[in-house]
């Protein structure tokens, strides 16, 4: 959709380990998987620390590219699927739009979510600074960078027009605000759904019951589904 390809899929068959290298202990492998996926989730709560301090309008943020280059190539992160809030500003003042009531109106509201997402961020990295281990609330981080996103992409439509949708060296940002329209979908679906944060939210936060479920008793090759044939 955006020319760039995130996807990662990695099966393990018949995977056999030594004794020492089991995480935790048998049995308790669901505990793991869950434990690492909040951890991505805490990655995609918008504070990257790179992309929050740097206000260069490059496809990928110097210090990002280095590391991504000794980590997780061929992985690409690209900024634009946070919806480049740090852009906005720039942007509405290079077109004039800083002067139209309805649209500086919406820039404020973008800039109020994305500080207070950034602040529920930091309260929960804090947390874990003091030792407290990852819990829930990188979930909060996640639904609040998607919601940040989506606004992002509208008030970066409102600002540029239909100029948004153009590609190539003579468009808006080089290209850059047409990527962000195209990339921002993916982070209400990547690392976990919204629907899915959300449930994550209100059974493990609020504590609300849970949906009812026939299955979690089950192994998952016993549970129940479509067979692809
Ligand atoms: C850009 C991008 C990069 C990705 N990179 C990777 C990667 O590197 N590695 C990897 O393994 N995966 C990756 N993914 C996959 C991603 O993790 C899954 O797409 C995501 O978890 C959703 O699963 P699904 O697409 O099977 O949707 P489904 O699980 O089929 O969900 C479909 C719909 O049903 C809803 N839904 C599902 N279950 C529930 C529920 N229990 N309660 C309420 N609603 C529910 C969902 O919210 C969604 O709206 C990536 C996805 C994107 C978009």
Not at 111 to 121: P, R, S
Request: a neutral charge.
């Amino acid at each position: 959709m955006n020319g760039h390809a995130s996807f990662n899929q990695v099966f393990f068959t018949n995977a056999e380990i030594a004794p020492e290298f089991i995480v935790g202990e048998p049995g308790e492998g669901w505990k793991i998987a869950t434990t690492t996926l909040m951890h991505e989730r805490r990655g995609a709560d918008g504070l990257r620390r790179a992309a929050m301090a740097s206000k260069r309008p490059e496809r990928c943020y110097a210090e990002e590219a280095e590391e991504i280059a000794h980590q997780l190539e061929p992985y690409k992160w690209y900024p634009q699927r946070m919806g480049r809030v740090d852009l906005v500003m720039q942007r509405a003042r290079e077109t004039g739009k800083i002067d139209d009531p309805a649209v500086r109106q919406e820039i404020a509201r973008l800039l109020t979510l994305a500080k207070t997402a950034e602040w529920t961020a930091l309260r929960s990295r804090a947390a874990q600074a003091q030792g407290r281990p990852q819990g829930p609330e990188g979930s909060l981080g996640k639904l609040a960078a998607s919601v940040v996103a989506r606004k992002a992409n509208q008030v970066h439509t409102m600002i540029s027009g239909a100029d948004a949708m153009l590609t190539g060296e003579d468009s808006p940002m080089g290209g850059v605000i047409a990527e962000i329209l195209v990339s921002t979908p993916a982070i209400s679906i990547a690392g976990g759904t919204d629907e899915i944060q959300r449930n994550i939210i209100s059974e493990r936060i609020l504590k609300l019951p849970k949906e009812p479920r026939t299955d979690a008793d089950r192994p998952f090759r016993e549970v129940p589904r479509n067979v692809v044939t």
